[in-house]
T-cell receptor, first 117, second 109 residues
Framework: GAVVSQHPSRVICKSGTSVKIECRSL??????MFWYRQFPKQSLMLMAT?????????EQGVEKDKFLINHASLTLSTLTVTSAHPEDSSFYIC?????????????FGSGTRLTVV | GQNIDQPTEMTATEGAIVQINCTYQ??????LFWYQQHAGEAPTFLSY??LDGLEEKGRFSSFLSRSKGYSYLLLKELQMKDSASYLC??????????WGAGTKLIIKP
């Protein structure tokens, strides 16, 4: 089955620093990847849709200069949280879609717990 | 607008059966997913329905009625490890998953 690897699983950083999260599709080519954020006891919130070789599409209210997304290859997308602040502390999850299969084509990474201190 | 409605929390007994309902409104429809999410973990795929009817997969079954904008997830022979949140996520016309807050299922011995 489709496997998506996300790391780091946990990261603690100081306020004002930047953090990079990687999402890799291990056994398929992902033309589209999705980045979500989830606060405790809340639903998944789509931040942006990342398309290989083009600029990411950000959802309303998500600062594209703060959350930098790069999808330089068919198997790797990265999310960089720049100048992180405590309010950015959250659970970040990536998802990759297999272009040829809808029914089981949305696979999630294991998530990254970001804590900004 | 797009909307998902699920109960916030449900409680059931180990060994029993529970049905988690979901009603949805989306711009277009390309099927509906059910995911399981344990606390602090990413969602894992349970089922996908695109046609009306019941799909059975082991202890879990999922039902869809497109005309009613309704789906349910049926869990049989409940085990303690089934304690988790269950997310109903329809796929809209842009093949984008629409997420609700999910249903927290508590299993008691």
């Amino acid at each position: 089955g489709a496997v998506v690897s996300q790391h780091p699983s946990r990261v603690i950083c100081k306020s004002g620093t930047s953090v990079k999260i990687e999402c890799r599709s291990l056994d398929f080519q992902a033309t589209t990847m999705f980045w979500y954020r989830q606060f405790p006891k809340q639903s998944l919130m789509l931040m942006a849709t990342s398309n290989e070789g083009s600029k990411a599409t950000y959802e309303q209210g998500v600062e594209k200069d703060k959350f930098l997304i790069n999808h330089a290859s068919l198997t790797l997308s990265t999310l960089t949280v720049t100048s992180a602040h405590p309010e950015d502390s959250s659970f970040y999850i990536c998802s990759a879609r297999r272009p040829d299969r809808v029914g089981d084509g949305y696979t999630f990474g294991s998530g990254t717990r970001l804590t900004v201190v | 607008g797009q909307n998902i409605d699920q109960p916030t929390e449900m409680t059931a007994t180990e060994g029993a059966i529970v049905q988690i309902n979901c009603t949805y409104q989306t711009s277009g429809f390309n099927g509906l997913f059910w995911y399981q999410q344990h606390a602090g973990e990413a969602p894992t795929f349970l089922s996908y329905n695109v046609l009306d009817g019941l799909e059975e997969k082991g202890r879990f079954s999922s039902f869809l009625s497109r005309s009613k904008g309704y789906s349910y997830l049926l869990l049989k022979e409940l085990q303690m490890k089934d304690s988790a949140s269950y997310l109903c996520a329809p796929l809209d016309s842009n093949y984008q998953l629409i997420w609700g807050a999910g249903t927290k299922l508590i299993i008691k011995p």
